[in-house]
């Protein structure tokens, strides 16, 4: 008897994004880098619109990274104003719609306006949960790994915990990521195929699927594509293929 095609795995509760390839995108159409920013806006909003239905409950974006301020006064001007532009077109119909957004990354070094900003979305949809977006802004992973530490060690030194008490699981919970579930797909359009100092803890058993699309052309079939690759991956977890037959790796 023929054996049973593999079962194919099931959709991907979280996933998460690396939203390249704005600038390429606007070089290419002769534009200025910061309309490859605004057209990577409606990307995104794109790519929320369609989650939901595919399965997707968990979506964790990078819209700046901490080394992103390496970049040109202007241009780093251009992406302050990206949350902004999209929570003015958007924020109402996402609270109403049960989204619940919350903003990861570092608040200092960002302006009083924006903190204020980011945190009022937060505020505003944190009694929503039929879908969940994360947005990663003035966000690392390492930032991230070290704040974690940082929160531990201040426990330590305030009695609340001993150095012993530290394991994986309670290190994750002073991550930014602690209330979400793992992270199972992390996508990368651009063609670049790296991570970025993006959820550096969370990519522990992540599948990677990289897309030869710029960020401002993402559609739903790019994220269509993209999970049926994924479901087509046999996550082991370090442990055995489903199939028995060990492969390295
Ligand atoms: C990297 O492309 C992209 C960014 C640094 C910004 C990504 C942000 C968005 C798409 C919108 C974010 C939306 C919100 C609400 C924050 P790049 O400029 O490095 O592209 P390149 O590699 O082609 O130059």
Known sequence: MAAAPPE????????????????????????????GHRAGVEALKRTVAAA??????????????????????????????????YFDSDLTRLEREGVRVRCWGRREGLSPELVKMLDEAEARTAHNDTFFLQIAFNYGGQADIVDAARAFAAEVAAGRAR???????????????????????????????????????????????????????FSVDHLKAALEEFS??????GGTPAD??????
């Open 8 to 35: 194919p795995t099931a959709a991907p509760l979280h996933v998460a994004i690396v939203m390249d390839g704005n600038g390429r995108w606007a070089k290419r159409r002769g534009l200025p880098r910061t309309l």
């Open 52 to 85: 939901p239905a595919l399965g997707i409950k968990w979506l964790t974006v990078f819209g700046f990274s901490t080394e992103n301020w390496s970049r040109p006064a202007a241009e780093v001007a251009e992406l302050m104003a990206l949350p902004k532009r």
């Open 163 to 217: 150095p012993e008490d530290l394991d994986e699981a309670m290190f994750a919970r002073h991550l930014s990521s602690r209330d979400a579930p793992p992270t199972d797909l992390i996508i990368r359009p651009s063609g670049e195929q790296r991570l970025s100092n993006f959820l550096l803890w969370e990519a522990a058993y992540a599948e990677f699927v990289f897309q030869d699309v710029l960020w401002p052309d």
């Open 232 to 237: 087509r991956r046999d996550r082991r977890y």
């Open 244 to 249: 028995g037959v060990l492969a390295a790796g």
